[in-house]
């Protein structure tokens, strides 16, 4: 057999790695055996938290439509059935960017729905 | 406009003043758990406190309905063999009152440090009196 040498193919898997391992603390972004542990974990974190975020967003949401519509003496979901009923097709995350940002039209979208 | 607000951190700091003369103790500590949460502001933010300091007087008046005056035990334990302490809700009030209160609100807020922050932001006196006239705080008034 002839003799074939690896090159730096080993070089550039690690170096794939280490890049995905940058801001990491001590020697989890310099060392490619410590660092790959934390690069597997860190993007285990990261699948898992890309699905919290979207209900994690909603559960913020509906509190904060909650907490606009009490101001008016209603609860969520009696709002919620008002704006089925009325057929309003506003979700959650409209609305409560109008109570923070546009206090008058989430009023108009509330006085619309009795 | 299209991405979900958030706030930043607010410095300016709220004082409410409650009177808990005759209010039934967990009722009353819902409404001043939401409070200091910032549950009723719509820029609630999870991490952030609302700023809201709550001072709470006539704390000795709290009240409770049934037979929870006389039945109603607080149960500590020192960390030594034989150390289970109990203690009933009169014999509490009649020692130290305002930690009825206290205990009340420190289990209905977050446990971590953010809740063991709100905690300091609640100020509980016994009496008629207190010492923050200076911050003229807003009285909330339940029921």
Do not use: C
């Not at chain 2, 103790?25 to 939401?34: E, M, N, V």
């Not at chain 2, 700023?51 to 039945?71: D, E, F, H, R």
């Not at chain 2, 809700?89 to 922050?117: C, D, H, T, Y």
Request: aromatic fraction near 8%.
């Amino acid at each position: 057999m002839t003799r074939v040498k690896r090159g730096n193919i080993a070089r550039k898997r690690r170096k794939k790695i280490l890049k995905l391992a940058k801001g990491f603390r001590g020697t989890h972004s310099s060392l490619f055996r410590t660092a790959k542990q934390q690069v597997l974990k860190a993007m285990r974190y990261s699948y898992v938290g890309r699905k919290n975020k979207k209900r994690d967003y909603r559960k913020l949401w509906i509190t904060r439509i909650n907490a606009a519509v009490r101001i008016y003496g209603i609860t969520y979901s009696q709002l919620m059935r008002r704006l089925k009923q009325s057929q309003v097709g506003l979700n959650r995350k409209m609305l409560a960017q109008l109570a923070v940002v546009d206090n008058d039209a989430f009023q108009a979208i509330l006085e619309a729905t009795i | 406009m299209n991405k979900t607000y958030i706030p930043k951190q607010n410095i300016k700091h709220k004082w409410y003043l409650i009177n808990a003369k005759n209010q039934t103790l967990g009722r009353l500590s819902t409404k001043i758990a939401t409070i200091l949460r910032g549950k009723n502001e719509v820029s609630y933010t999870p991490y952030l406190t609302n700023q809201s300091y709550i001072i709470i007087i006539n704390a000795q008046s709290i009240v409770l309905t049934g037979q929870k005056k006389s039945q109603k035990t607080y149960i500590r334990h020192s960390g030594r063999p034989g150390g289970l302490k109990k203690e009933t809700f009169e014999q509490l009030q009649a020692r130290i009152p305002n930690r009825i209160i206290e205990k009340s609100v420190k289990g209905m807020l977050p446990k971590g440090p953010l809740g063991r922050k709100l905690f300091t932001q609640i100020k509980v006196y016994s009496g008629n009196e207190h010492p923050h006239i200076a911050q003229s705080p807003d009285i909330i008034s339940l029921n």
